[in-house]
């Protein structure tokens, strides 16, 4: 079964400086990686999703990047962080056809 | 368009107490999959359920059962005899791409379960 990685686990950013928040997958090939932040404890939306190395598809035009520069490696950066890009960062990945199963999450805070 | 309504805000039962938790989708796919996911306080989402949408069978795992019903677009989660533990955050999800797996998620309900 897969596991996912995310670091940091934890992460204060002052508004204005870039951010990357990293996640890696082990024990599946080829999966679809997501990004979906939470703000205030709630709702999921979901940011960026991969099927592939270098194939990105944003959901939600906003601040922030994603990228996919390796099978199993998924990237989520801004080059200027604003005071809304505070939340709890989560990375999902999903085997082919199956379900999504999620990371431990990134929280940021960003003052 | 999809979407997926959870109307409870949040939930407190005493422990032990039998609670379900409602879950009210829309779509317009005739082919789609319902999930249900714990958040406990830790953040990371637990996967506890995929459903079909041409599975409408009712699934009981321990003390957890879940009861899909197509007539209603509902798909709704009960906990029997619940426990401390089960206190968290919990979402039903929607997925109608099966190439992209995109989830559309419901805004969660908390559960509190008090000893």
């Known amino acids: 079964s897969q596991t996912i990685h995310q670091w940091p686990a934890t992460l204060v950013q002052p508004v204005g400086s870039p951010l990357s928040l990293e996640c890696t997958v082990e024990?599946?090939?080829?999966?679809?990686l997501y990004w979906y932040r939470q703000a205030a404890g709630r709702g999921l939306q979901l940011l960026f999703y991969?099927?592939?190395?270098?194939?990105i598809s944003s959901e939600v035009p906003q601040n922030l990047s994603a990228s996919r520069p390796q099978d199993r490696q998924f990237i989520l950066s801004s080059k200027k962080l604003l005071l809304s890009d505070s939340g709890f960062y989560l990375c999902?990945?999903?085997?082919?056809?199956?379900?999504?199963?999620f990371g431990p999450g990134t929280r940021l805070l960003v003052l | 368009a999809q979407k997926v309504t959870q109307a409870q805000t949040e939930i407190s039962v005493v422990e032990k107490e039998d609670v379900t938790l409602d879950c009210v989708y829309e779509?317009?796919?005739?082919?789609?999959?319902l999930f249900w996911y714990k958040q406990p306080p830790s953040g990371e989402l637990v996967f506890l359920i995929r459903?079909?949408?041409?599975?409408?069978q009712n699934e009981i795992s321990g003390r957890y059962s879940w009861n899909f019903q197509k007539s209603t677009s509902s798909f709704n989660f009960t906990i029997t005899a619940s426990q401390v533990v089960d206190s968290a955050v919990y979402f039903c999800?929607?997925?109608?791409?099966?190439?992209?797996?995109?989830?559309?998620f419901g805004q969660g309900t908390t559960l509190q379960v008090k000893p």
């Open positions: 459903r079909n949408s041409f599975d409408e």
């Open positions: 999800a929607l997925s109608e791409e099966k190439n992209t797996g995109k989830l559309i």
């Open positions: 991969s099927v592939g190395i270098g194939q």
């Open positions: 779509t317009r796919d005739t082919t789609y999959y």
């Open positions: 024990g599946t090939s080829n999966p679809n």
């Open positions: 999902a990945c999903m085997p082919l056809g199956e379900t999504q199963y």
